[in-house]
């Protein structure tokens, strides 16, 4: 073979493998795509995951399937996930642990910035301030009020250490100027039937938990630490409405993929997820949470990811918190 035709069959080669990605991603996807959960069916997460999902698969043509991996605070289903090929056919539905656990868990188990690829932003609902019905505390000013008369007198419990609520109480304890005596549990439903029985005098969770009992009248929501009021408890003034102007503490949900994801699918699956937040019945599901959909682009969500880990990495070193 001469050395011009050696130098011409490289080139058409070349050429040829160059294209290979744009038509993978061309015909992505071809075959069903799975969504992660870290937490257990029934949940919020799973709800939302099965409700996002369901509209997703419409868009792509493809069957999307959620599996459960529960287990060592979300950190399973993230390994199940970054052990995976960035092909666009394993995402991760994310809530705040992703951005805690590099903080909370030591040795870190993965880095958020070289791990993944941010596909989209999903939706936000807030963290609340719950206390029995009839209980002596009745604002959000009053425990403050009780917290500063006597600091650790007033319990608070929250589903664990590390969870998304504990850290909120943590900013809201740093910011109120307070120090409240933290009960952690495995879980929100031992947490609120511990405050229903006076055991505990207030609790954080998020909103989804405290509803139906809120409801029924046995819980009084004290705040929202949403920026905004909730939809569903419209008449709870938020933590910055009761004096703490600029307080937020949500509990954000979002996808992520394998670090290495195709630019091309990373879109396709981008817009999947923004038609899905544009329907009715993806809508209701967050409405039901306590909370609403949080379209935007992958940039922002990457920006959000970023902005918690360093927000809530000052506070897991700060105050020394460490996981269950």
């Known amino acids: 073979m001469n050395t011009r035709r050696f130098l011409t069959l490289t080139a058409l080669l070349a050429l040829g493998f160059s294209t290979l990605p744009a038509a993978a991603a061309d015909a992505y996807p071809s075959r069903p795509v799975k969504i992660l959960v870290g937490y257990s069916a029934g949940g919020a997460v799973d709800a939302i995951a099965r409700s996002v999902g369901q509209r997703m698969s419409a868009v792509l043509g493809q069957p999307v399937i959620v599996e459960n991996r529960p287990g060592a605070g979300t950190n399973i289903a993230v390994k199940a996930l970054t052990s995976s090929p960035p092909d666009g056919y394993t995402l991760l539905l994310a809530a705040n642990a992703l951005a805690v656990n590099p903080s909370l868990y ?30 002596p505390i009745k604002s959000l000013p009053e425990l403050v ?13 929250t589903p664990g250490n590390g969870a998304t609520p504990h850290l ?25 039937t511990d405050v229903l029985g006076g055991h505990v005098d207030v609790v954080a969770v998020n909103a989804l938990e405290v509803l139906p009992l809120a409801k029924a009248g046995k819980l009084k929501v004290l705040a929202v630490m949403s920026a905004e009021r909730s939809a569903v408890l419209p008449g709870v003034p938020t933590v910055a409405e009761s004096g703490f102007p600029g307080f937020e503490a949500s509990v954000w949900y ?34 039901a949470a306590g909370g609403g959909p949080l379209p935007g682009p992958a940039t922002q969500f ?23």
Not at 262 to 284: F, G, I, N
Not at 302 to 324: C, T
Request: proline content about 9%; charged content about 20%; hydrophobic content about 45%.
């Open 106 to 135: 030591q040795p870190a188990p993965y880095d958020l910035a070289r791990d993944f690829t941010p596909v989209a932003s999903v939706g936000r609902v807030p963290v609340v301030f719950a206390v029995r019905d009839g209980a």
């Open 302 to 324: 990457e920006k959000l990811l970023q902005s918690e880990a360093a927000r809530y990495g000052q506070l897991i070193r700060d105050a020394g918190i460490k996981p269950d």
């Open 168 to 192: 909120a109480m943590e900013l809201f304890q740093h910011t109120a100027g307070i120090s409240l005596r933290h009960v952690p549990y495995k879980g929100g439903a031992q947490a609120l």
């Open 254 to 287: 979002g996808f992520v993929a394998p670090a290495g994801l195709p630019k091309p699918v990373a879109t396709k699956l981008h817009e999947a997820v923004q038609k899905a937040l544009e329907s009715p019945e993806v809508r209701d599901q967050l409405a």
């Open 145 to 157: 009020a009780a917290a500063k008369a006597k600091p650790g007198g007033v319990t608070i419990a």
